[in-house]
């Protein structure tokens, strides 16, 4: 039987964060596994209208993963597919993911999402 990955919880100066669950974990006899379903920590921002509106989303928990779309829907997926994009770039280098720490308080208006990358 798998062992649940477990959550870290961090402290910083003033926010505390939580280390992702990763694409691998180690199961009850020590064996890595690996996730199917790995989860995406993002920030979902309106735009300003002046700005062309639409939608912007960042991934807070994977570096260098933002996207935009005219509908929250319609980032979302194109966020996805950046993240996919930039993990399969990693392991066709064959590095480690870099799974960094995400934030858990509020980032200014922005609304905060886990999401679970399915491909």
Do not use: C
């Not at 064996?31 to 989303?57: C, F, M, N």
């Not at 991934?59 to 993963?65: D, M, T």
């Not at 935009?68 to 980032?75: L, R």
């Amino acid at each position: 039987m798998l062992a649940e990955p477990k959550t870290l919880k961090l402290s910083s100066n003033k926010h505390d964060a939580i280390a992702v669950p990763t694409s691998t974990w180690q199961d009850e006899d020590g064996r890595d596994k690996k996730r199917k379903d790995p989860r995406l920590h993002i920030a979902i921002t309106k735009e300003a209208d002046e700005d062309g509106g639409g939608y912007s989303v960042v991934a807070l928990n994977i570096s260098g993963v933002q996207s935009m779309g005219d509908t929250i829907e319609e980032a979302i997926e194109n966020v996805k597919e950046a993240a996919l994009a930039v993990i399969e770039s990693y392991e066709l280098d064959g590095l480690e993911i870099p799974w960094t720490a995400s934030r858990v308080d509020e980032i200014g208006s922005a609304t905060l999402k886990w999401i679970i990358l399915n491909g």
